[in-house]
């Protein structure tokens, strides 16, 4: 399973295969962008806030804030339930997340919920 963008809109999913292009948003056709294979680390865009689980860090192309991602690595996913006080974040870690890169501040304020 891999890890999609459209470049044009910004729509994120997860898929075995290359996805269909209709139905854009921002016109015509999706033009996707694979970020690489689904895995077991959180990471987050310092530019843009996409997160996503991958095994190693994601391409850089596609960003909607500006040429390439930035990616930040916030940790291992695991069983406990985690929630930024101040964007609303919610993402699923083995133990606290890394607090870099929130899109409301400067750093997240985790809480387990």
Known sequence: MDNYQCRKCGMQLQSDDTP????????????WE?????GDINFQ???CGMR????????????QE?????????GEVGDINFQ???CGMQLQSDDTPK???CQKGNSHSWQKF
Do not use: I, Y
Not at 24 to 30: D, F, P, R, W
Not at 57 to 62: K, V
């Open 20 to 31: 269909r292009s209709a139905s854009c948003q921002e016109g015509n056709s999706h033009a």
């Open 34 to 38: 694979k970020l690489g294979e689904v």
């Open 45 to 47: 865009c310092r530019k």
């Open 52 to 63: 996503l689980q991958s095994d190693g860090t994601p391409r850089s192309a596609s960003c």
């Open 66 to 74: 500006g040429n390439s991602h930035a990616w930040e690595k916030l």
């Open 84 to 86: 930024c006080r101040k």
């Open 99 to 101: 607090s870099a890169s």
